[in-house]
């Protein structure tokens, strides 16, 4: 046995690699090993989550193990792209060493885009099979959640966490241990943990991936930190429009109950916990944690004033403790390394790993995991590969778009910028959940904002007046801006009004609403001031915006 | 009862254990303008009318949403905030289709009264004339949605006070409308008890009596407050 190396095939089948085909792939190639024999029979082939490289679906990795049963090493694996059915029996053939591979289809492993990534959260995304508790177990899932039980006292669990430094994923950046400790240091009485899946950003797709490539690290993490905080109850609340990850995170779920992992008398201990899946109803807002808990209780969607916080007066009342997938996904791994280790990796006041979900104008689109404080010109340029077809110092962006609606866009000359809560909100944009994109030069910034605009006013919960009625007034202004018809009133009362949303709505994303226009503002403000009807009446502008105007 | 000593606008107050921001306001003698909030309902702190700063973080919190605390320090009249209150004012006005002129809250209108207490006497953002309906199928009362400022002062009231739920919210941001019942004529509701409640707490012409005509509607915006103290402190208003 010791001679024969194992090959595996890893074929992606979350949502980007599904929407390209890897089901019939998949398929493709289970047909092709049972038609070829012999070698072949002795490749597994094994449905897993995202591979990463979401642009070039289907993507399939080919690991040639040593015959002792190691972990393949990256110099093992092979990673092919785009591949379609009719290829299935070469890349069999080329594995068992019977014929030539799809070298067209093949990627380096070796290339920036694979070799930059540090995987943390997405440690087991696109290792294991997320339909498969099993092969979860194989791979230390739940290994912490059994040792913390057995080991810590939930004091001890909070402890590494705040050693961590690990702060909310979801976009605020609160710090999570301080946020178990308040839930945890309430008066005597029931607690609930709540997982926000409720991921809504345009451009943002990481707690997806998560939910569908390895939905048990979730499962562990929230788990852990019911225990820690002295929770019995939980929930997830996911968006309607994930279906795939629901339908994972359900049978992850049963799977989980089935071997005692989740129910009464966890792993042995006296520690019991529920877990739920909330499914949300389409709606943007639900992704703020007042709104979201609204929801789960049955009632409207809409957020409410804090404080009281979710930490102290939550679901029912009762202390609540709400963190995003990413947040809770992070948890199994500080504890395994321990919160120094992970406090290591990053900058001075963001530690750990961020993932961002790479898209718009740029090479390699996919999921990308890199330690915080990673400059935005390595994720765009040397991981991203820049805008297709461009070149020049800037790869021909024009600005990156973080945080969604409620982000800004960074202009190019700032790419320099290191990725971390504090940097990027000093640039007028936010962390946000992790969305990342990229926009090309030929993009017209008052067109940009409109279209998040657009998006606020559709989002809008309605509950309060400067978010209802004043996105609307910022639609229509923007409407002038990019129909070219404005004044300079209108760049006054744009900027006027930006403020008074900005200050004055009542949570977070009606508070966040008027940064798209804020942050362009700030640095494409040439661009609103030719879209001017009258462009001679504003300051001095560059001779090439006048040209672009008059042509 | 354990008290809460704070400063508004400077000036000490001292609020019992439990009072809101906008309590502790009042007692300082502060006037300040609210729209969604009403006495006897729970707060909501949707109109952002009430906003004060809160003097140490500078952040902005509604008074009617947001509990006294020892020591705190509260400003209520910056010249920020009386802009913010100007700006939400307009925003107001140009979001539904007010019309003083023939309305039938004319001269008992809080809208109108607060438009006249932050000095907003034109809206700078253009009106939006919204397309929006008119229900009279209810045998005594009528609600015209133009005039809605969506306060959910009656939905509360319906549900808080008279506990029939009539009223509630329907989809969202511009397009949010109240709704009775399971979005039906009003008449065909049968939860309704023809209280009329939510025609005494709506701050404009919005749910008004079919009897008035313009300048004729009369509220008694006091009504959820008597009744809570009476079922709660069993004071009545004979006593």
């Known amino acids: 046995m010791a001679a024969t190396p194992q090959l595996q095939l890893r074929c992606c089948a979350a949502s980007g690699c599904r929407s390209a085909g890897s089901a019939a792939l998949q398929a493709a190639l289970l047909a092709a090993r049972d038609q070829l024999g012999g070698a072949a029979e002795a490749v597994t082939i094994k449905p897993v989550g995202c591979l990463r490289l979401c642009g070039r679906g289907p993507l399939v990795a080919l690991d040639r193990r040593g015959g002792d049963g190691q972990e393949p090493s990256a110099g093992s694996t092979e990673l092919y792209a785009e591949l379609t059915p009719e290829q299935a029996p070469a890349l069999l053939a080329a594995a068992t060493g019977l014929g030539e591979a799809p070298t067209a289809q093949r990627l380096d492993p070796a290339h920036p885009f694979f070799a930059l990534q540090k995987p943390v959260v997405l440690e087991g995304c696109g290792v294991v099979n997320p339909e498969s508790i099993d092969d979860a177990l194989a791979h230390g899932t739940y290994a912490q959640l059994r040792r913390v039980l057995l080991e810590c006292t939930p004091e001890q669990v909070r402890d590494q966490v705040k050693r961590s430094g690990l702060r909310g994923r979801g976009g605020a950046g609160y710090p999570s241990g301080l946020k178990w400790d308040t839930v945890a240091l309430q008066p005597p009485g029931p607690r609930y943990v709540v997982c926000n899946a409720d991921e809504g950003d345009p451009g943002a797709f990481m707690d997806r991936s998560v939910l569908e490539s390895d939905p048990h690290r979730l499962i562990e993490g929230m788990a852990i930190a019911a225990y820690a905080v002295g929770a019995e109850q939980g929930y997830v609340y996911v968006r309607a429009e994930y279906p795939l990850a629901i339908e994972r995170l359900r049978l992850a779920l049963r799977q989980a109950r089935g071997k005692g992992l989740l129910g009464s008398g966890i792993a042995g201990s006296s520690f019991n916990l529920r877990l739920e899946v909330r499914v949300g109803a389409g709606a943007y807002v639900c992704g703020e944690e007042t709104a979201l808990l609204a929801s789960i209780q049955g009632q409207r969607g809409t957020p409410r004033p804090r404080p009281p916080y979710p930490a102290q007066k939550g679901l029912w009342d009762a202390p609540t403790l709400i963190n995003n997938v990413e947040t809770l996904t992070s948890i199994p791994v500080i504890l395994r390394e321990g919160g120094d280790w992970y406090a290591s990796i990053g900058t001075e006041g963001s530690k750990g790993t961020k993932v961002f979900a790479l898209s718009g104008a740029v090479a390699n689109t996919g999921l990308v995991e890199v330690p915080m404080g990673t400059t935005l010109r390595t994720v765009v340029q040397t991981i991203g590969g820049g805008v297709p077809g461009a070149d020049g110092p800037d790869g021909g962006v024009k600005a990156v778009q973080t945080g969604g609606p409620s982000g ?99 949570c977070g994303l009606g508070q966040a609403a008027p940064n798209p226009v804020l942050s362009t503002l700030r640095y494409f403000r040439q661009e609103y001031q030719a879209a001017c009807r009258d462009p001679d009446q504003c300051e001095p502008l560059d001779a090439c915006v006048l040209q672009e105007v008059t042509r | 009862m354990s008290v809460h000593t704070l400063t508004v606008d400077g000036m000490e107050v001292a609020v019992p254990e439990g009072a809101t921001l906008l309590d502790a306001v009042r007692a300082a003698g502060v006037e300040l303008p609210t729209l969604c ?35 705190m320090a509260v400003l209520t009249q910056t010249p920020q905030l009386q802009h913010y209150r100007r700006m939400a004012v307009e925003l107001f006005f140009a979001e539904g289709n007010h019309v003083c002129a023939f309305c039938v809250a004319n001269g008992n209108c809080e809208l109108q009264d607060v438009a006249v207490a932050v000095g907003m006497d034109h809206s700078r953002f253009p009106y939006q004339y919204p397309n929006r309906r008119v229900d009279a199928s209810h045998p005594r009362f009528a609600i015209d949605h133009h005039r809605c400022i969506l306060c959910t002062r009656c939905v509360r009231v319906c549900d808080e006070i008279e506990g029939a739920h009539v009223w509630d919210v329907a989809n969202r941001g511009g397009e949010c409308s109240i709704i009775a019942g399971l979005d039906q004529p009003w008449g065909e509701v049968q939860a309704c008890t023809s209280c009329g409640k939510c025609v005494d707490v709506c701050p404009t012409g919005a749910i008004f009596r079919k009897d008035d005509t313009t300048a004729e509607k009369e509220a008694n915006r006091e009504r959820p407050q008597l009744l809570r103290s009476a079922r709660e402190q069993h004071q009545w208003q004979n006593q």
Request: charged share 20%.
């Open chain 1, 408 to 506: 800004g866009c960074i202009p190019a000359h700032l790419l320099d910028t290191p990725v971390d809560y504090e940097s990027l909100k000093a640039l007028g944009s936010m962390m946000g959940s992790g969305g990342l994109v990229v926009m090309g030069e030929t993009t017209s910034m008052p067109e940009v904002a409109r279209h998040f605009m657009r998006f606020s006013v559709n989002e809008s919960c309605g509950k309060c007046v400067p978010c209802r009625a004043g996105t609307v007034q910022l639609a229509h202004l923007l409407d002038r801006f990019v129909e070219r018809r404005a004044t300079l009133a209108d760049l006054e009362r744009l900027e006027e009004l930006c403020t008074m949303v900005g200050a004055t709505s009542l």
């Open chain 2, 37 to 71: 909030h009403l006495d006897g309902l729970s707060p909501v702190g949707a109109c952002r009318l009430c906003l004060v700063e809160m003097e140490t973080s500078g952040h902005l919190q509604p008074a009617c949403a947001t509990a006294a605390g020892e020591g």
